[in-house]
């Protein structure tokens, strides 16, 4: 079958994929961290008229490689301060490979049952990690918006019993959930795909460390009309994508608990920390929630998408996904083990866990927490500098995402914008610009495990330098 090739011919196509591939990991930094968007010119060079017949194998590569290097953000460069993109670890890109080979199908436990028990015992530990009991639950899932559309699920299976049957029209009420304005908009998303609708989602204010306001969501929650609402779920932020606040956990699964409320917090990012014993301090109270979603994409450095959620509630993902077919296989029917197509929103399944198994096997749990502890460390040296400098710092977080000004220009609505502009055609750094109560500021988050002092210090110099030709014009 041409699909194949011959022995020969896929060792020549993987020696040209490698090589070019070895190329752009080791020399990332030698790249502008981000093309100039020309959409014409992106559309014009994928129109190919080779579509129809194909070429061979070592000009299709060279071109989806090349268009690559031209046309994307690079993220795994060690000056990308951007979003929360990391450089994915080798071990990672790997497993990638390794699982594109096998092509496990995780749907049915005895199609794959080492991937699915892979998962599973990730699973425990992760439960482990994030302080819950024995009996907590989890699934992996394609990305944190898939997370907490599980959590919202389950929010719902659990307040009402028949939801997976009469779905909303069997609600007597309409389900609120509370969040910070400052959460993710996977939430909003979430409320829309379940049939709530994104009104139904009530954001709270913030206190001015960035922190949802627990003293808003109580008031909220006094003058609720509860003979047309019922308040479905309070979601926390550990590590929000705009500022790195981490809400007080605590205070949220005292108000959960108080009103019988579902209490998930959206870890994705800042659950990282919990891999560090100095760090995890920050994430007091996440062990009382009844879930949480956690990236692995993110501050694990492995390949997207490669997300978990977890629960303290054991049996809930059974009753918010498992439903019977007779074509799917029955081997495991009588064996102690689930299956994962009743215990998640997908069904055929990828082996999303070896990104992180591979790794740890590679690197261990002690990798990881050095690796967060000196991205950690590289955030404070960052904030360092910038306030030698002069610059102002807007945000309060321990974890390394730094969002700053200049003290004399922050009123300025040209200022931020202009700068970036020009960083950005420079091509040597990457940030963005973020708001923070009205006032817009440069957000420069650590993401890379390469990014070193030499990095922080040349970002900071060229920030330096354009603030000087700004003042001046």
């Avoid at 028949?162 to 409320?191: T, Y």
């Avoid at 999303?352 to 967060?372: H, V």
């Avoid at 002069?390 to 390394?400: A, C, F, S, V």
Wanted: charged fraction near 25%; charge should be neutral.
């Amino acid at each position: 079958m041409q699909f194949d090739f011959d022995n020969t011919q896929r060792k020549e196509i993987l020696e040209t994929v490698f090589k070019k591939l070895e190329n752009y990991y080791s020399r990332t930094k030698d790249f502008k961290t981000n093309p100039d968007l020309n959409i014409k010119e992106i559309r014009e060079s994928i129109l190919t008229k080779e579509l129809t017949n194909g070429i061979i194998p070592e000009k299709a590569i060279d071109h989806v490689i090349k268009g690559l290097e031209n046309f994307s953000v690079h993220t795994p460069h060690p000056k990308y301060f951007g979003l929360f993109n990391p450089r994915s670890n080798y071990a990672g890109i790997i497993a990638d490979l390794i699982t594109a080979t096998y092509n496990p199908q995780l749907a049915a436990w005895s199609h794959a049952p080492f991937a699915v028990e892979v998962e599973e015992l990730l699973i425990r530990e992760f439960v482990d990690k994030f302080g819950y009991g024995k009996n907590a639950d989890g699934v992996f899932a394609t990305g944190g918006a898939e997370a907490n559309l599980t959590a919202l699920l389950c929010a719902l299976n659990h307040k009402y019993p028949n939801f997976a049957k009469d779905g909303i029209f069997g609600l007597d009420k309409k389900p609120i959930v509370f969040c910070s304005v400052e959460a993710h908009h996977s939430i909003q998303k979430a409320a829309k795909i379940v049939g709530l609708g994104y009104n139904l989602v009530k954001p709270i204010p913030v206190t001015d460390d960035l922190k949802l306001d627990s003293d808003i969501l109580q008031q909220e929650l006094n003058k609720l009309d509860t003979s047309i609402f019922s308040p479905l779920m309070i979601i926390g932020t550990a590590g929000t994508t705009g500022t790195g606040t981490i809400d007080n956990l605590n205070q949220l699964n005292s108000i959960c608990k108080k009103n019988n409320i579902w209490f998930h917090v959206d870890a994705a990012y800042g659950g990282g920390v919990i891999l560090s014993r100095d760090l995890k301090y920050q994430l007091s109270g996440i062990e009382k929630s009844d879930s949480i979603t956690f990236d692995a994409h993110k501050w694990m450095s492995v390949p997207m998408g490669t997300s978990i959620f977890l629960t303290s509630k054991n049996e809930i993902l059974g009753r918010t996904f498992r439903i019977t077919t007779e074509y799917m296989p029955k081997e495991a029917d009588k064996l102690t083990v689930t299956e994962p197509f009743t215990h998640s929103i997908q069904w055929s399944r990828r082996f999303i866990g070896l990104k992180i198994y591979l790794s740890l096997l590679f690197y261990g749990w002690q990798g990881y927490e050095k690796t967060i502890n000196n991205q950690t460390e590289m955030g404070n040296y960052l904030r360092k500098q910038l306030i030698k400098f002069g610059w102002i710092i807007k945000n309060n977080t321990n974890l390394p995402v730094v969002c700053f000004t200049i003290k004399e220009f922050e009123n300025d609505i040209n200022f931020t914008d202009k700068i970036l502009n020009n960083i950005l055609s420079n091509g040597k750094s990457w940030l963005s610009v973020y708001p923070i109560k009205g006032i817009p500021t440069f957000r420069a988050c650590i993401t890379n495990y390469n990014t070193t002092k030499k990095e922080i210090d040349e970002l900071v110099d060229e920030l330096n330098k354009e603030v000087t030709t700004y003042a001046r014009q």
